[in-house]
């Protein structure tokens, strides 16, 4: 799609270069259409891992700025299988929203937030998507968010 990368400019952000796999999966799966991206977690600007718990160590806004970076390194899995181009997304399709969180932690769809507001900034309406967002226990590495991603694509 024409424009994302001037929009991620626009809104000083920075795409960060795709992370490899730390187990035994892929990245994205192209099927049908359909571009399945695995989970990605939450690392910051500086490669670090951002880690925490909503409601313990992080308040929602931290969550929401955790969030978006997942959705950051969405994108950089996007760019990746799709040849270095965002040129072949017709739209995001849905969001699955991990949120590592107290019990009584009831604001996770706030902290998706911080994903789903990156893809309609970036794409319009094509970032428009069907969402679940759900607290767990435990996320891998400690990290306070990851978030897996459905695009369709030509």
Not at 21 to 28: E, I, K, L
Not at 40 to 58: H, N, P, T, V
Not at 134 to 142: D, E, I, N, T
């Amino acid at each position: 799609m024409m424009g994302v990368e001037d929009k991620l400019k626009e809104f000083g952000l920075v795409l960060p270069e795709a992370a490899a796999p730390v187990a035994s999966y892929v990245p994205t799966v192209e099927a049908d259409g359909m571009l399945y991206v695995s989970g990605q977690i939450s690392f910051a600007a500086d490669g670090s891992l951002i880690k925490g718990r909503l409601a313990d160590d992080m308040s929602v806004e931290q969550g929401q700025a955790a969030a978006e970076r997942c959705a950051l390194m969405i994108l950089a899995q996007v760019k990746a299988a799709l040849g270095g181009s965002f040129g072949r997304i017709e739209r995001v399709v849905k969001l699955g929203v991990f949120v590592q969180c107290t019990p009584d932690f009831t604001q996770q769809p706030e902290v998706a937030n911080g994903a789903s507001d990156l893809f309609v900034k970036v794409l319009g309406d094509a970032g428009k998507h069907a969402r679940a967002a759900v607290g767990v226990p435990a996320l891998p590495r400690g990290v306070a968010v990851e978030v897996d991603a459905v695009l369709q694509v030509r």
